[in-house]
């Protein structure tokens, strides 16, 4: 049996790395829909504050945190669009009552993910 090549093992390790960094975005989003859903008074505000936030969020993912984004920019304006992601994401946890520690492992998980990934892209 060959052992699979560096180049190979670390390919697959950048694909687990994005996956694991896209499904910490997803929570983030949800998150903060949720939020806005529960935040305000049903019908009308929550409902309007949750798909704005619903698609605030996913426009920005979409143009600068996807894997091929829309406008492409540096390494550092990618870093603000996420850590301003998961902040917001933290502050939805933290707002649906989540306890503070799951909320900030979280952020820092989230965050020290995205950086090991971004070092790791060419």
């Known amino acids: 049996m060959t052992s699979p090549t560096p180049s ?6 950048h694909t687990i790395q994005q996956a694991v960094r896209g499904l910490f975005h997803l ?19 929550g409902i309007f ?5 619903l ?3 996913l426009l920005l993912w979409a143009l600068f945190l996807s894997p091929k984004p829309v ?4 390494r550092f ?3 603000l669009i996420e850590l301003l992601l998961l902040a917001a994401g933290v502050g939805a946890l933290l707002g649906l009552g989540v306890n503070w ?3 900030v492992v979280f952020g ?4 020290t993910l995205g950086f090991v990934t971004s070092i790791r892209t060419k």
């Open 8 to 13: 190979a093992s670390q390919a697959r390790s």
């Open 27 to 45: 929570i983030a989003i949800v998150a903060i829909t949720v939020w806005g859903f529960m935040s305000w008074e049903m019908p009308f505000p």
């Open 49 to 53: 504050t949750g798909l704005g936030l």
């Open 55 to 57: 698609a605030l969020s």
């Open 71 to 74: 406008l492409a920019t540096d």
């Open 77 to 79: 304006g990618r870093a």
């Open 101 to 103: 520690i799951v909320a």
């Open 108 to 111: 820092i998980a989230g965050a």
